[in-house]
């Protein structure tokens, strides 16, 4: 019944930039938390950002701060994650997630659904 659907992953080379979107199958899209999750290679899934119902709250992991931006567009019940600067480190699978609830959650644990991933490759 919940779907989050990831797309615009792909092969950049270090320096660039890719726009991650997740399409959300949710009743009532704009009360669900969002946020991006990254998982790589023998890694633990590792927050990356969120984005509160009406996006006044926004958290960012700290390998990301100040090359990622989150924004939702709830009207199309939409989440983006701009990525620049990418770096080899970035290198992952990522997901995105929903929380129905208040909290402004930064572990896997705290999520309810979550998209299958889209794999995002930097190159040397």
């Known amino acids: 019944q919940v779907q989050l659907v990831e797309s615009g992953g792909g092969l950049v080379q270090a320096g660039g930039s890719l726009r991650l979107s997740c399409a959300a199958s949710l009743r009532a899209f704009s009360h669900y938390v969002m946020a991006w999750f990254r998982q790589a290679p023998g890694k633990e899934r590792e927050f990356v950002a969120l984005i509160s119902w009406s996006g006044g709250s926004i958290f960012y992991g700290d390998s990301v701060k100040g090359r990622f931006t989150i924004t939702r567009d709830n009207a199309k019940n939409t989440v983006f994650l701009q990525m620049g600067s990418l770096q080899p480190e970035d290198t992952a699978v990522y997901y995105c997630?929903?929380?129905?609830?208040?909290?402004?959650?930064?572990?896997?644990?705290?999520?309810?659904?979550w998209g299958q991933g889209t794999q995002v490759t930097v190159s040397s």
């Open positions: 997630a929903a929380d129905s609830g208040p909290r402004l959650g930064r572990q896997p644990g705290d999520y309810d659904a």
